[in-house]
């Protein structure tokens, strides 16, 4: 695929992610008000899970071979950059008050709480000794994160639905309005559209933002591939023909000169280990 092709699949896959993306806060929004779940609870179980689908698929696709470094860091990369996509939007706004003062709410403290309480129990895991798995399949860590999710999703729904967590606005003055209740609010765009008609657009947006960001890690490895084939395939040529020492890296390479190297050091490591037999050759 030319580079030409391959930047207009980008740009097409990203305006793809980005309507998707939209589509999904605004689905999130209104299943939000049609189950009773609420913006900070609806937002912490259908918006994360579905904008994060992308990276729950690298994440245990390199978990099951075996590369947990790779899915532990990816997972808390993701929650890093996540997190400075707020510190700019609050830059960015350029409001006096910060971003947390406009939610009004205590429950995005539980929140952060929990996202910090679930990387601890990732990287506390990561430390953890093979022997220590249950039945040498299950690590302790993994029940424990589904423990403190579970656990946490049940503590925030029950504060949110409790009156000692509401909080009265510090910058409002008495006899004001509040500036939200001055303005009408506009209808939402899915207001008309049945709960089922809804959950299929958010089904969708899902689908468009997996689909979409995979076959843009595709094409991207698709095309390292042929470049670094064909490096490795010009070194050889290179050094097969010519002389020096890019004929001697290719030769200490070669099966034999590896299996020669071996036999060296078992000669030099039972030399130095006394009781062992040197070999005679």
């Known amino acids: 695929m030319t580079t030409p092709l391959l930047v207009l699949v980008f740009a097409g896959g990203a305006v793809a992610i980005w309507v998707a993306g939209v589509a999904l806060s605004k689905t999130t929004s209104a299943l939000d008000s049609r189950l009773g779940l609420g913006e900070e609870l609806g937002g912490l179980l259908l918006l994360a899970v579905a904008g994060s689908l992308p990276e729950v698929a690298i994440t245990?696709?390199?978990?099951?071979?075996?590369?947990l470094?790779?899915?532990?860091g990816n997972l808390i990369g993701g929650i890093?950059?996540?997190?400075?996509?707020?510190?700019v939007c609050d830059i960015a706004s350029g409001r006096e008050r910060p971003l947390t003062f406009l939610v009004g709410a205590l429950t995005p403290v539980l929140e952060g709480m929990l996202v910090v309480l679930v990387i601890s129990a990732v990287l506390m895991g990561s430390?953890?000794?093979?022997s220590t798995a249950i039945g040498g399949v299950v690590s302790p860590a993994s029940i424990a994160i589904v423990a403190l999710w579970l656990v946490g999703i049940y503590v925030i729904n029950r504060v949110r639905k409790s009156p000692r967590w509401s909080v009265s606005m510090p910058g409002a003055r008495p006899g004001r309005r509040h500036r939200r209740e001055s303005h009408s609010e506009k209808p939402h765009p899915f207001a008309a559209l049945s709960t089922l008609q809804i959950a299929a657009i958010f089904v969708g947006?899902?689908?468009?933002t997996l689909v979409g960001r995979g076959r843009a890690r595709d094409e991207r490895e698709r095309a390292r591939g042929p470049r670094r084939h064909q490096r490795r395939h010009l070194r050889r040529?290179?050094?097969r023909d010519g002389d020096g020492p890019a004929r001697d890296q290719l030769r200490d390479r070669s099966g034999p000169a590896r299996r020669q190297r071996a036999r060296d050091g078992r000669h030099l490591w039972r030399q130095r280990v006394p009781g062992l037999p040197v070999p005679s050759c």
């Open 69 to 72: 470094d790779i899915a532990a």
């Open 60 to 67: 245990v696709s390199a978990a099951v071979e075996g590369h």
């Open 237 to 239: 040529h290179r050094a």
């Open 80 to 87: 890093a950059v996540q997190t400075m996509v707020l510190v």
């Open 205 to 208: 947006a899902c689908a468009v």
């Open 127 to 130: 430390l953890l000794e093979p």
